[in-house]
Every structure is written in structure tokens, then in C-alpha cells.
């Protein structure tokens, strides 16, 4: 009985740890890691959203649980473009837009979560069958995206004056910024 009532949350823990590797490695690369922290909090209102959508059409817990993954993955979209655009003004370094994105998105999160009188919360104990295969498949998109192209990405990251890496260049940022953004959203159930 302790096995089946561990196996979910072990097998999700596994598969996050390891994609959160293999992830974390080309967000540290790509010099990402504040990026990737400020979207973790800006998936909270694009998650609170999915929920509230989904209750209001009365769909069940796998379809509550579905729409939350494409509500925070949708819902970090227009966030990670306000991040590019503020990154893009002068005097307003790529850190302080994370910062602003970090504050704007937990915040905005927070008076959703209030406004609709949402709790979400994540518990790895309470991990599902189907965050197990939502995590799962992001992490086998992860692998074939780093066993395709992952040399072109490692090459974007470390010299990206390269002239073959810098024609490139927005598509390699985009791969990163996806593989980033759909790791954090499959994560929100244990955490």
C-alpha cells in the first residue's frame, strides 16, 4: 500500500529533478536563471486562470489539472514578452525586467487567486497520473530537442557572436526560453 501510495510522487520528483537538469543547465548557460525564477512566480495567475476556467465549465480534476498547465504556460507568454521589451529600454538591465515580471506576476497571481477565492497549492504527495505523463512528455521533448539540436544551443550559449550561431540566434533563444518555460509549468504540482 506505502509503494502505491509513493510511486506518483516519486516518479514526478525523478522526472522534474532530471529535467530540471537538463534544463537548468542551458538556462545557466544562456544566462537565464533570474529569467527562470521570475517565471516560476509568473506562472501563478495564468494557472489561477486555467482553474477558474475550468471549474466555471465543470470540468473534473484531470481536466482542472490540464487546463492549470496550459493556463500558467499560456499565461507566462505575455509575461516573457513584457521581460524582452522592458530588457530592450535603455537603462533597465535584463535583471531588473525579471524583477518587475517576478513582482508583476506573482502579484497579479495573488489578486486572482483572491478575486475568485482560489486556493491552489501543490503537494507532491497529491501528484496525479497525469502530471506524471505531463512531466514525462515534457521531459522527452526536452531530450530530443538537446539530441537534435543541443550542439547549436550549446554553441548559441557560449559564443553567440559566432556568425552561424548569431544568424540563428532568435531561434535558439526562443528553443531555451521554451524548453524553460514548459519545465517550470509541469513542475507546479509538487511545489
Same mark, same amino acid.
Do not use: K
Given at each position: 500500500?506505502?509503494?502505491?501510495?509513493?510511486?506518483?510522487?516519486?516518479?514526478?520528483?525523478?522526472?522534474?529533478?532530471?529535467?530540471?537538469?537538463?534544463?537548468?543547465?542551458?538556462?545557466?548557460?544562456?544566462r537565464?536563471i533570474?529569467?527562470?525564477?521570475?517565471?516560476?512566480?509568473?506562472?501563478f495567475?495564468g494557472?489561477?486562470l486555467?482553474?477558474v476556467?475550468?471549474?466555471?465549465?465543470? /470540468?473534473?480534476? $484531470?481536466? #482542472?489539472?490540464? !487546463?492549470?498547465?496550459?493556463? *500558467?504556460?499560456? =499565461?507566462t507568454?505575455?509575461? %516573457? +514578452? @513584457?521581460?524582452?521589451w522592458?530588457?530592450?529600454?535603455?537603462?533597465?538591465?535584463?535583471?531588473?525586467a525579471?524583477?518587475?515580471?517576478?513582482?508583476a506576476?506573482?502579484?497579479s497571481?495573488?489578486?486572482?487567486?483572491?478575486?475568485?477565492n482560489?486556493? /491552489?497549492?501543490? $503537494?507532491? #504527495?497529491t501528484? !496525479?497520473p497525469?502530471?506524471? *505523463?505531463?512531466? =514525462?512528455?515534457?521531459?522527452? %521533448? +526536452? @531530450?530530443?530537442?538537446?539530441?537534435?539540436?543541443?550542439?547549436?544551443?550549446?554553441?548559441?550559449?557560449?559564443?553567440?557572436?559566432?556568425?552561424?550561431?548569431?544568424?540563428?540566434?532568435?531561434?535558439?533563444?526562443?528553443?531555451?526560453?521554451?524548453?524553460? /518555460?514548459a519545465?517550470?509549468?509541469?513542475?507546479?504540482?509538487a511545489?
Open positions: 500500500m506505502i509503494a502505491n501510495l509513493l510511486l506518483y510522487p516519486v516518479l514526478h520528483v525523478t522526472i522534474i529533478g532530471a529535467l530540471g537538469g537538463l534544463v537548468g543547465a542551458f538556462a545557466y548557460l544562456d537565464r533570474f529569467f527562470a525564477e521570475s517565471v516560476t512566480h509568473g506562472t495567475p494557472a489561477v486555467g482553474v476556467i475550468a471549474a466555471a465549465f465543470g /470540468l473534473g480534476h $484531470s481536466g #482542472m489539472s490540464a !487546463s492549470l498547465y496550459v493556463g *500558467a504556460f499560456l =499565461g507568454i505575455p509575461l %516573457v +514578452a @513584457l521581460m524582452r522592458l530588457a530592450r529600454i535603455p537603462g533597465v538591465s535584463s535583471q531588473g525579471a524583477g518587475i515580471v517576478l513582482t506576476g506573482f502579484a497571481g495573488y489578486f486572482l487567486a483572491t478575486w475568485f482560489s486556493f /491552489l497549492t501543490g $503537494s507532491v #504527495m501528484v !496525479s497525469a502530471d506524471v *505523463a505531463w512531466a =514525462g512528455g515534457v521531459l522527452v %521533448v +526536452a @531530450l530530443l530537442v538537446v539530441t537534435l539540436g543541443g550542439r547549436h544551443l550549446i554553441a548559441h550559449c557560449f559564443d553567440p557572436a559566432n556568425p552561424v550561431a548569431a544568424s540563428r540566434a532568435g531561434r535558439h533563444e526562443l528553443v531555451i526560453l521554451g524548453l524553460i /518555460l519545465s517550470v509549468t509541469v513542475a507546479i504540482p511545489v
